[in-house]
C-alpha cells in the first residue's frame, strides 16, 4: 500500500484517507452536480455555489470557518471542534475521508468522535450534512452540539439589504438579501439562503460576533462559555453566521445522528419547501448511493488492473472523476473552449451522448471565421488562435466511440451572429482559419496566443507566428482527414492532407533550429525557444506534437525526443522550457515575467509532460512513457511534500529552477492533465483505442506491466484485455486474428481478448 | 470627564484613550497624506494604499494580523502578541492613543510593555513605525522581538509574479511583483515592497505558513516555538507576510526603541534608497511634530470654550481632523462631487488657498450643460442632478473667508469637453441646468438621483421631480445672487432670484403635503413622501432645507420644523423618515428595499440631522438646535454602546424600527457630516459667519452656553470673540457697535468682540 504524506487510498471502497491532520497545503476536494459546486478543503471548509444562470454563481457557504461542527461537554464545559485545528494540538483522531461525490471529516476529543459528511445534491442548489456523534467513553455524556456555517447572504455588499432570523415554518434560520435591481450590480433571484435540521434545535444565532465573538478566534468561540446559544436574528454586518445548539444524551457506546441542509430559494416559501424535501429521511443515504452508483457504472468502461495499484486507481476512479469534473465545470473559475473539448475527449468513452451535447455546446463558441472564443461562462475574448486545433480530436473520439456518423450533419449555430452550419462545416471552417490566417513564413499566426496561454505577447501585434499551432494544425488537419475519410469524403480528404503537407513543410523549413522545433517567431520577427533566445531555447510541447504529428517520424522522433531526455528531464518530470526566463519581455508575454519555474516558466507542468508521455509512446518508447508517468505521479518520492491530493493530478510542479519551492504543486483538480494522463494510460501506453470499425489495440507497455488486464466496454459489448510483452501476436475469444483491430461485437455480450507486444 | 464606553479624551494632549480592549466594534482611525492611506483600527491593523496616479491605489499593507508586534522572553518561552487579542484573556496593560495623523497601541504583558507607534511621512509611500520595549519587571530580560507585516505584493493576483527574500543593501526584506503589463489587467509601476528596520535583524522570513503556521492562529504563531525565524525567503503563494526577529536585552527599567519602515518602490535600488531616507534618526518624531503644528495651526482658525468639553474637542480639533480627511480623500472610496464641495465649505475657513484648488478640481468635474459627474477617482457616471446645487455655497465660502473676488474670472475646464469657462460661467451653466431641466410640474427632474442617493429610480424614466433638489436649487440661486451682488452684477442677480421665485411657486403649489414637503413625484407620478405614499410619509430634509432656503419662514417655518419633531425625532437624533419602507419598489429605488432603520431608510442618518440643526438656528430655535447636536453626540448616553469613534461623526446610527440594531453605528469618519456638524456649531448655533465685508455674529445659543468664547481668525485677524445671553448688543474692542457684522482688520490684529443674543 502507497502511503502518502497526507494518507492512503482504501482500494476497496474507493476511498482516500486523509490521516495526516496538517499537510503540507490544505487537500481539496470538489463535490458538484451540473448546477452546484462545492469546493471543500480536507477539514470540510471552503465555498460553495449554484449555477443560478448561464454565467451566474450565486454563493451560498464560504469564508472563515465556513462549516464547524463543534461539541460541548454540558457537565466539565470542555468543547471541541470536530473539524478544524486551530490550536497547536492536533485531535486525539483525525481523519478525512474523500470519495467521489462526497466527503467525510471525523474528529475525536474527549471520547466524543465526530463524522461530518457532506454531499450535494444531484439537482437544486443545497449542501447536505450528516452529523454523527458517537459516545465512545464509559459513562453516559450530556452534550450540545453546534453547527455553525457562513452563509453567504450579502452578495451584493450592501448591508443594508441582509437579515438573517428563526424562521417558525422552516425549523431553521433563514437569511434575506432582496436587493434593488440596480443597473450594473449582481442581481440574483435567490435572494434568500436557509439552514435546517432534521433534529430540534435548542438554541441559535446568526451573529458571528455572538458565535466566535469580535475579538475571538475559532479556538474558543465565546459562544462556548455560555449555557445555550442567545437566539438572536440580526441584520446589517452582523449576518455572516448561522449557529444552532442541539442537546443529545448519549449512553457509552451510543450514536445519534443529526442531518442539516444548506440551501438558496427564490422566497421565504421556496427555501421552508426545500428545506423539508432535502431533509426527508434517506435522502442523504440515497444521494450517495446514487452517485456512487453513477461512479461505478463509469468505471466499468475501463477497468485496469495492472499491478501498479496506484495507476490502477488512477485510472478506475480518480481520473474519471476529475475529468467528470472537466467536462461539467471545466476549470470551475470559467469554461476554457479548449479545456472543455480535451476533457470531453477524455470523457467521451464514457458516457458519448454526453460528449455530443459538449461538443455541440463549444462549438456553439467557434466564430464564423473558424476561431473559437477562448473561455466561455464567463467571456473571454482575448484572441486565442489553438481553439481550432482541438476540434477534429474530440469529434474524431465521439465518432469512434458511438459510431454516430450523422452526428458530421447535424446543425450548429456559430457564435454570436446568425449563421449556423453543420458539424462537418464547423471543422471545415476551423481547418480553413488555420490553413489560412498564416504569416510571412506560411506558419499559422499566433495572435494572442496558442496553447501556451502566457506566451501572450509575441504575436499581438499581427506578424508573430506560432510553430507549435503550426504543429497542432498538421495533427488535427489528418485527424479530420481520417473522419472525412469515415464519411467516404475521400477527395476532400486529400485536399486537406496536402495542406497538411504544406504545412509541415513550411514548419520543416522555419520552425527548426539545429536539433529541435522552436516555439515561433514573435512580431519583431525573433526566435522564440532557440538557442539563439535570451530566455527558454528548448520547449517541450513543440518536440511531443511534431511526434504526434508525424512530422518527426521514425529515427528522427527518436533524435528529437532523445534530446527531450537531455534538455528537460528532471527529478519529477520534464519542465516545460528550459532554462527558465530570468528577465520580463514585452514582446514575448506573461511567462517571461513568471519567477523561473513557474507555471508555463519552467515549471513540470504537467499537460505538457502528457503530451511527451503519449508521444514517447506514438514512438514504441513504452518505457520511457511509464517511467514518465510514474515520475510525476504523487506517489513519485521526490514529490512526497509537495502537497499535491493524491487523487487528482495536479497541472503542475513549480520546477527545480525556483530556488524557494521546487516540486511544490499549489494547485490542483482543474487541469486538462486529468483527461490527457487517463488517454495516455489507457490510449497510448495501453493502446487501447476506439476506432470507428473496431478497438484498436496498441499496447507498448514495458515488461512490468506484463500480464496487465482490462475490461472496456466499447459499442456496449465488453471486452476482456490482458496484455503480454512478447511479439505481437492477437488472440480473441481464444483465436488468433490478423491486425490489431477487434471488431465490434453486439452489444451485452463479453469477449477475451489477448494481445502481445 | 466623559467617559465612553471605549476610553476618554486626554484634552490638553488632543489624544483620545481607548482603553477598552474590546469596544462594541473596532475602532477606526486613518491617517493620510494627499497620496497616502492608512486605515486602522484601535490595534494598529487594516490596509494601507498609496494613490500612485490619478485613481489608482496601490496596496501597501493589509489582511488578518496587517501589522503584529510579537515579544518573546528567550528563557521562559513565554511570549505576546502586544497589540492584538486572539485569546479570551486581555492584557495587564492595553490603551491605544489616538491622535490626528497618529496611533500609539500599548501593550503589556510578563511585565514587558511595548508602545507601537504609527504615521505616515507627509510625502511618499510609506509607513512609518516606533516600538519601544520596556521592561517593567525587576529582572533583566532578555527578549525576542517579532515584527510581523502583511505586504500586499501580490496586487495583480497572480503569484508566479511574486517573490520576497531578505535584501542586503535595504537591510530588510524586499518583495517583488513585477507584472507583464497586460490589456485589462491593473498595473502599478510600484512593482517592489520593502521592509526595513533601524535595528539589527537576527532573523527573518517572508512566509506566512513559518510564521504564523498554515494550521495556526496569530493565538499561537508556530514561530514562537523556535529559536529564531527560518531566514527564508518565498515565492508564489508563500508571500504574504514578513517577520523580522530582533534581540534585545534589557534591565529593570530599560526601555529601547525600534524603528520600521513599510513601503514601495519601482525598483530595488529606489527601495533601498527610500528605506534609508524613511528610517533617519528622528524622521518619526518630526513627523508627528510636523502634523501636530499644522493640526494646531489649523485649530486656532477657530477654537471654542462653551462648558460643554466634548462638543470644544470636536470643533476645536477633531472635526477639523475629520474635515481634512473629507477635504483630501473625501469618502476615500471616492470623490463624490457633492462631498467634496460639503468638505470644502467647512474646511475653507482653515485653509483659503486649499479650497480654491479643491474648488477649480470639482469644477473641472462639472459637464458643459452645467450638471456634474457624481463622483471621481474613480468615476461614477450615474446620472444624479444634484451637484450643481452645491457649487454657489462652497465659492461663496471661498470668496467671504478669501475677499478673492478675481477667482470667479478663474477660467477651469468642463468634463470631457474641450470648452472651458470662468468660475462665474460654471456657477451660471448649473445655476440654468438646475432651472430649465425641469418637468411637468416645474420642478427639478430626478434623474437618477439627488441628495438621497438611495432613492435613485424615482425619475430613472426622465419624468420624476425631486421637491428636495427644487428646493435646494432655490437655495443655491439665491446664494448665486449674493456672489453676483458682490461682483456688482445685481442686475443678473435679480434675473437668478426671478428664477428662484418661479421654483418656490411651484414647490410650495405642488411640493407640499397638508402640513410638510414631500420627496417628490416619481416616474409613474406618485407622490414620494407623502401621507397617501405606501412607505415614508414624511422626510427630514425637505422641511430642514425649506427654512434654510426662505421658502417656509417665520410662522411657518416654526409650523413646519414643529411637525418633524413630532413625527422625526427619537432618543438619539431624528430619522431620515418615517415609518421606514418594509417592501421594495423599483418605482422609488434602493431605500425601499433597504431593511427599515438601515441608510436612508429611517436610520438616524446623521448628515440630514445636521441639516436640521442648521435649520432650527435658522429660525432662531437654539434650545432645539443645541439638544440635537447633543442628542447625536457619542456621549448621548443612549448611544454608549453605538460603537462609534468619540473622536469622529458617524454617518448613521441605525433607527429604532429596526429591530436588531437600533443605535448601532456600523462605520464612521467619511461622512458629509462632519464638515456640517462643524458648520452647525460655528456658523449656525454660535453664528459666527464669514462675510464678504466682515464677520457677521448671529449666535442663538442656549442659556447653558451663556459666557462661552472663541477665538476665531478671519482674514488675518484674530476675533475673541463672548457671546452672551441678553439682549442683541455688540461691542468691539469695548465699544458698542450697529448691526452684527464686526469688519475686517488689518492680518496680525487682535480684536475682542462681546455679543449678547
Known amino acids: 500500500m502507497v502511503k502518502f504524506e497526507s494518507g492512503y487510498f482504501d482500494r476497496e471502497n474507493r476511498k482516500y484517507i486523509i490521516n495526516n491532520m496538517t499537510p503540507t497545503r490544505p487537500l481539496v476536494n470538489f463535490i458538484w452536480s451540473e448546477e452546484f459546486m462545492m469546493t471543500l478543503d480536507h477539514f470540510g471548509c471552503g465555498s460553495s455555489f449554484g449555477k443560478v444562470a448561464y454565467s451566474t454563481r450565486r454563493p451560498l457557504i464560504g469564508g472563515e470557518g465556513a462549516r464547524l461542527i463543534y461539541v460541548k461537554d454540558r457537565k466539565s464545559g470542555d468543547y471541541f471542534c470536530a473539524n478544524g485545528l ?449 530566455g527558454a531555447k528548448f520547449y517541450l510541447n513543440m518536440q511531443s506534437w511534431a511526434v504526434l504529428a508525424d512530422i518527426a517520424t521514425g529515427e528522427a522522433g527518436h533524435k528529437l525526443m532523445d534530446r527531450v531526455e537531455e534538455e528537460l528531464k528532471c527529478a519529477y518530470g520534464y519542465v516545460q522550457c528550459a532554462p527558465s526566463y530570468t528577465k520580463g519581455d514585452i514582446t514575448i508575454g506573461r511567462t517571461t515575467y513568471f519567477l523561473p519555474g513557474c507555471v508555463e516558466n519552467g515549471a513540470v507542468y504537467n499537460h505538457g509532460v502528457t503530451f511527451k508521455i503519449a508521444a514517447d509512446c506514438h514512438l514504441g518508447r513504452g518505457d520511457l512513457a511509464y517511467a514518465t508517468i510514474r515520475s510525476i505521479m504523487a506517489d513519485n518520492p521526490e514529490l512526497y511534500h509537495c502537497g499535491v491530493e493524491p487523487y487528482a493530478v495536479t497541472n503542475m510542479y513549480i520546477g527545480p529552477e525556483n530556488i524557494y519551492c521546487p516540486k511544490f504543486a499549489p494547485c490542483s483538480w482543474i487541469t486538462g492533465t486529468a483527461g490527457w494522463m487517463y488517454r495516455c494510460i489507457t490510449e497510448y501506453l495501453l493502446g487501447v483505442q476506439a476506432q470507428f470499425d473496431g478497438l484498436k489495440l496498441v499496447p507498448c507497455i514495458p515488461a512490468e506491466l506484463d500480464g496487465t488486464k482490462i475490461s472496456r466496454i466499447y459499442r456496449g459489448a465488453t471486452y476482456q484485455i490482458t496484455i503480454h510483452k512478447g511479439s505481437g501476436k492477437m488472440l480473441v475469444d481464444g483465436q488468433e486474428m490478423d491486425g490489431n483491430i477487434v471488431p465490434i461485437f453486439p452489444a451485452g455480450t463479453t469477449h477475451t481478448v489477448e494481445v502481445w507486444c
Not at 342 to 368: E, N, T, W, Y
Open 86 to 534: 486551530y490550536t497547536a494540538k492536533p485531535h486525539d483522531f483525525h481523519e478525512s475521508h474523500i470519495v467521489p461525490g462526497g466527503q467525510t471529516v471525523i474528529g475525536e476529543e474527549m471520547g466524543i468522535r465526530v463524522s461530518f459528511s457532506l454531499t450535494a445534491p444531484m439537482k437544486g442548489y443545497a449542501e447536505l450534512w450528516k452529523v454523527e456523534i458517537e459516545n465512545r467513553s464509559d459513562a453516559e455524556r450530556e452534550l450540545s452540539v453546534y453547527a455553525h456555517a457562513c452563509l453567504q447572504a450579502d452578495y451584493s455588499g450592501h448591508r443594508s439589504y441582509t437579515c438573517a432570523d428563526w424562521n417558525e415554518a422552516l425549523g431553521g434560520v433563514l437569511y434575506s438579501h432582496e436587493i434593488y435591481p440596480e443597473p450594473g450590480v449582481t442581481f440574483y433571484e435567490h435572494g434568500h439562503l436557509y439552514f435546517g435540521s432534521s433534529y430540534p434545535v435548542n438554541s441559535y444565532t446568526t451573529s458571528q460576533d455572538k458565535f466566535k465573538g469580535l475579538y475571538r478566534t475559532f479556538a474558543e468561540p465565546v459562544a462556548m462559555e455560555w449555557d445555550a446559544l442567545p437566539n438572536n436574528g440580526s441584520s446589517y454586518n452582523d449576518c455572516n453566521t448561522t449557529a444552532v445548539e442541539q442537546r443529545v444524551t448519549l449512553f457509552s457506546g451510543e450514536k445519534k445522528v443529526i442531518y442539516y441542509v444548506a440551501g438558496m430559494a427564490k422566497s421565504p416559501e421556496e427555501a421552508c419547501n426545500a428545506a423539508r424535501d432535502y431533509l426527508k429521511e434517506g435522502l442523504f443515504e440515497q444521494t450517495m448511493e446514487q452517485r456512487t452508483a453513477i461512479a461505478r457504472e463509469t468505471e466499468k468502461v475501463f477497468m485496469l488492473e495492472s499491478g501498479n495499484e496506484y495507476m490502477d486507481d488512477l485510472v478506475n476512479t480518480w481520473l474519471k472523476n476529475q475529468v467528470d469534473l472537466g467536462k461539467t465545470w471545466a476549470r470551475v473559475y470559467g469554461c476554457g473552449f479548449r479545456d472543455v473539448m480535451q476533457d470531453v475527449a477524455a470523457f467521451g468513452s464514457m458516457d458519448p451522448p454526453m460528449a455530443r451535447k459538449k461538443i455541440l455546446l463549444c462549438l456553439s463558441h467557434q466564430f464564423p471565421n473558424g476561431n473559437t472564443i477562448r473561455m466561455f461562462e464567463p467571456m473571454m475574448r482575448v484572441d486565442y488562435r489553438d481553439g481550432a486545433a482541438w476540434i477534429p480530436e474530440t469529434v474524431s473520439v465521439y465518432l469512434n466511440e458511438s459510431g454516430d456518423l450523422d452526428f458530421l450533419n447535424v446543425e450548429c449555430p456559430y457564435f454570436e451572429c446568425d449563421e449556423s452550419g453543420t458539424v462537418l462545416d464547423h471543422l471545415r471552417r476551423g481547418m480553413t482559419f488555420l490553413t489560412t490566417v498564416v504569416g510571412e513564413h506560411g506558419l499559422c499566426l499566433w495572435g494572442a496566443g496558442d496553447w501556451n496561454d502566457s506566451t501572450n505577447a509575441a504575436g499581438l501585434r499581427g506578424r508573430g507566428e506560432s510553430v507549435w499551432l503550426s504543429i497542432a494544425a498538421v495533427k488535427a488537419l489528418k485527424t479530420f482527414a481520417k473522419i472525412l475519410n469515415q464519411a467516404n469524403l475521400d477527395e476532400e480528404a486529400q485536399k486537406w492532407l496536402a495542406e497538411a503537407e504544406k504545412l509541415t513543410e513550411k514548419i520543416n523549413a522555419y520552425g527548426w533550429d539545429r536539433d529541435h522545433y522552436i516555439h515561433g517567431y514573435n512580431d519583431d520577427r525573433k526566435k522564440v525557444g532557440a538557442y539563439e533566445s535570451a
